[in-house]
DNA sequence: GTTAGCACTCATAACGGACGAGTGCTAATA
DNA sequence: TATTAGCACTCGTCCGTTATGAGTGCTAAC
């Protein structure tokens, strides 16, 4: 039987997705005839697309219109590129976050960057760690009814708080609470903070046993912070390039899906649930977890910064996306990223 | 000569304008007929509407067409509307922020529920103080080679700084580091701090006048870190809505400008520099600073928290925005953040 | 197995007429 | 003198028709 996926036939779809992410437009027998090196009539590709539509690589729109890859077509492409270019998966090398502001500044640069260069809508998650431990701990009185909280995480992400005090403390009793909270509580993390350690403080701190509870409050909030995990997008009116996504309700949905982030930050949860997965992720067509973007390709990358620091990066684009190059350009990216990091 | 707004006039202008923000359609002579008490004919009517148009208060977008506002139509339309409002004007009263994340999560909220609300678009700038004065430094040693630097400003906003020593500092060191930063230091603004005082200061801390150095650097950047304001947005999408806004090119605009959000920070800076502004400012069509909105009205307000303590709202629509409505809600909501922010 | 040729399909653009909303003008009316 | 009825006219929009052309499937010849 001719059904089977032959050399001819595979080069033959390439064709046909090659020809469809430049143009957008379905691509026709003839065109193929011209464009590959097979020196075939347009008759006899009619023949094989026809084969390869039957066996639901491809389809067409309508009768009497060129053949545009199916979600299995693409499927199969990415596939098959993706086997080639395993061996040049380079190592991310571990990174120090100094500061959360300039972090900020780096993501939103990166998020922008991706999305000029590839002429697709991005999104870039800021690292998370898994295991939070905390650091360190200082108050210090602002005035005589506020009180700062510094909760540094490991990884330096640091935290502020600002706690109410009912009577002014001094400062040898705010002195005495540091080192009351520092040594009970560096380096653990929200498991192992329990409530035998938190009555054991209380009942040091006496009389404070309530600026205690606040504080611990605060350090819970702050360990377990990355429930908001914060996402950059960029580049979103790119979609407005691609008229298969270009159509108000589409694009008014695509663009919500973006503003809202709520859906975006489900995506990269669950991604970087999977602790395996330290790769690149493509999801075609109705793959998309995201109902919205049922007519989009994502591409994810996880990044990994130190262990357990772990953030994700996604393009989002058409299904004719140029798969090839998007691939390479998450890698090529993830390896500068490694460099600007190190330098400061 | 007939070509005097009286009172009529002024109520067929109204009307054409209540009917064109309803539907988005060029209204004609008949429907205003029906459509206002003056019991007068359409014809009666299409002579008012030609002197209205040659007034310039409104305009035919096609010959046997039927009317729609004009930028001035508007304008006017705004300005009456605003002085009879003019009178329910509510003080905003002090507020104290307590947490920055607070703050953040707030904000978002309230440009979500003024898009929720409204049907278009808005935006929100954190507040900004324009008078930054440092009000407390703290040093806090987190290992052998780097220190942390909280700098807090007033009005509670919190900065936090990694910084790297070349040589390890013991305890005490670090304790005098910070009593001679806060004694020199706090209650200064950015002018009050000047090289006199910076090079006694580094006289003073002897061989760690490098900490110094890199610590009033890092004061510096705090202080004048309302540079890049924080702005968010919601209801991006709403311009869907508005077919007048809707179409690609447009639309692509619109979304870049809301996401790129410089040409809104440019608004919000100049909307702050004037202090004399607390009020509600309209930008109709061609009147509004930010090119690509030129078929767009903005309607921005600015609150005050406390003294010194300012930020910007914005609703951006079509021109044929309600503008009443806008207007009532903007005073609403001002009460609104008023009585949020007392209860906390 | 490959290809030339041909009839067929169907989306799209171009054309043209009908429709109707709305206008300006004129003449009649209060 | 202001208002209104009436009417001819304009012009965008809708809709049906036709022409075009890209692309197909099938068949027969190579």
Redesign the interface.
């Known amino acids: 039987m001719g059904l089977q996926l032959d050399e001819r036939k595979l080069k033959i779809l390439q064709a046909i997705i090659h020809n469809y992410l430049e143009t957008g437009e379905p691509v026709g027998s003839r065109t193929i005839s011209k464009y590959t090196d097979l020196h075939l009539s347009s008759a006899t590709i009619r023949n094989e697309m026809a084969d390869l539509e039957e066996l639901g690589y491809i389809l067409q729109p309508h009768t009497s219109a060129g053949r545009i890859p199916s979600d299995k077509g693409y499927r199969l492409y990415v596939d098959n590129m993706m086997r080639e270019k395993e061996k040049e998966v380079d190592e991310i090398k571990e990174m120090l976050l100094?500061?959360?502001?300039r972090m900020e500044q780096l993501l939103k640069q990166v998020a922008k960057l991706l999305a000029v260069s590839t002429n697709y809508a991005t999104m870039i998650s800021a690292p998370q760690t898994r295991k939070n431990k905390l650091?360190?701990i200082?108050l210090?009185k602002?005035d005589a009814h506020?009180l700062?909280a510094?909760i540094?995480i490991e990884g330096?992400v640091?935290?502020?708080?600002?706690l109410?005090m009912e009577e002014e403390l001094d400062d040898e009793t705010i002195l005495k609470l540091n080192i009351l909270l520092n040594t009970h509580l560096n380096g653990l993390s929200a498991e192992e903070i329990n409530l035998n350690m938190i009555s054991a403080m209380k009942r040091q701190a006496g009389i404070h046993s309530d600026i205690v509870s606040e504080v611990i409050d605060a350090v819970a909030d702050a360990i377990r912070a990355d429930e908001d995990l914060e996402i950059y997008?960029?580049?979103?009116?790119n979609i407005?390039r691609y008229p298969e996504l270009?159509d108000?309700r589409k694009?008014?949905?695509l663009?919500?899906t973006f503003?809202e982030k709520q859906m975006l930050t489900e995506l990269v949860r669950d991604t970087l649930a999977d602790e395996s997965n330290t790769g690149i992720q493509v999801y075609i067509g109705e793959e998309t977890p995201i109902r919205t973007m049922k007519d989009c390709s994502i591409v994810t990358a996880t990044y990994e910064l130190e262990e357990g620091m772990r953030g994700t990066i996604g393009i989002i684009g058409p299904t004719r996306m140029d798969y090839d190059k998007v691939v390479d350009t998450l890698k090529t990216l993830m390896h500068q990223l490694d460099i600007l990091y190190k330098k400061q």
């Open positions: 100094e500061r959360e502001d650091k360190f200082q210090s602002m506020q700062l510094v540094v330096n640091i935290k502020n708080n600002m109410r997008t960029s580049g979103t009116n407005f270009a108000n694009a008014s949905e663009i919500n503003e």
